[in-house]
């Protein structure tokens, strides 16, 4: 091996070469032996660009996030409501892009380099009437809701996915108030359904507004 391969070797290669390999055989399977492999060099050489396995999972997530999710930051004047809805599904989309997405992301935890996109989002939901504590409460529930979701949704897909995931609506005759939750929520389109989900987390925030307080 050549002493300036690292070098030659960036992150970026690392990165776009690990989300290929995640995309075709999974977060459980990939190692940084079979990245390596794949990039044709020895397993140390990874370690000029990432410290860890944990370090390149966490790359990762943040490279899938840039890549993939379209709403960074609000636009002045943008209703919170409207701004709020509109990146929780564009973070679904970003998790949903790529195998795995919603498990390379959980637990991970934003950046330096996020942070002035987050202070901008706190602005404007506090500039709506929240206070700091209240809207980061609500931006980390949006975000782990999506997380949430997603994980659901690509856990149902996945190949050793279980049983019950393919189990068929209740018995009207027997169950008829579940048979009509399930007609309404399971049996419906899973877009549609994610944003009907989404409002009832926004509409709940918003009651908590001080002036929808008063109108009480």
């Known amino acids: 091996m050549n002493a300036d391969r690292p070098a030659r070797l960036n992150r ?3 990165l776009r070469a ?3 390999l995640l995309n075709e055989i999974g977060i459980d399977a990939l190692s940084t032996r079979k990245l390596a492999e794949r990039l044709g060099v ?21 490279a899938v996030l840039q890549q993939s999710r379209a709403i960074a930051t609000p636009a002045p004047g943008e209703p919170w ?5 509109a990146d929780g599904q564009s973070f679904r989309r970003a998790l949903l892009a790529w195998r795995d997405g919603a498990r390379l ?11 002035g996109s987050i202070e901008a989002r706190l602005g404007l939901l506090c500039a709506a009437g929240f206070e700091p504590g209240p809207a980061t409460l609500l931006m980390m529930s949006v975000g782990r809701f999506v997380v ?9 897909q996945a190949p050793d996915a279980p049983p019950s995931s393919t189990l068929t609506g209740p018995d009207a005759a027997q169950y008829p108030l579940l048979a009509a939750g399930w007609a309404a929520t399971v049996g419906s389109d ?11 987390l926004i ?13 009480r």
Do not use: C, I, N
Not at 42 to 61: E, G, N, R, V
Not at 148 to 156: P, R
Not at 190 to 200: I, K, S
């Open 81 to 85: 409501q409207v701004w709020l809805m």
């Open 18 to 20: 690990a989300l290929e």
């Open 12 to 14: 970026d290669d690392v």
């Open 42 to 62: 020895q397993s140390p050489t990874l370690y000029w660009h990432f410290k860890s396995k944990a370090a390149l999972l966490d790359a990762m997530s943040s």
């Open 105 to 115: 992301h959980a637990g991970t935890r934003p950046g330096e380099a996020q942070r």
């Open 190 to 200: 899973a877009d549609a359904l994610f944003d009907r989900a989404l409002r009832l």
């Open 148 to 156: 949430g979701w997603v994980l659901e949704e690509q856990s149902a």
């Open 203 to 215: 509409d709940g925030a918003q009651a908590q507004l001080p002036a929808a307080r008063g109108r």
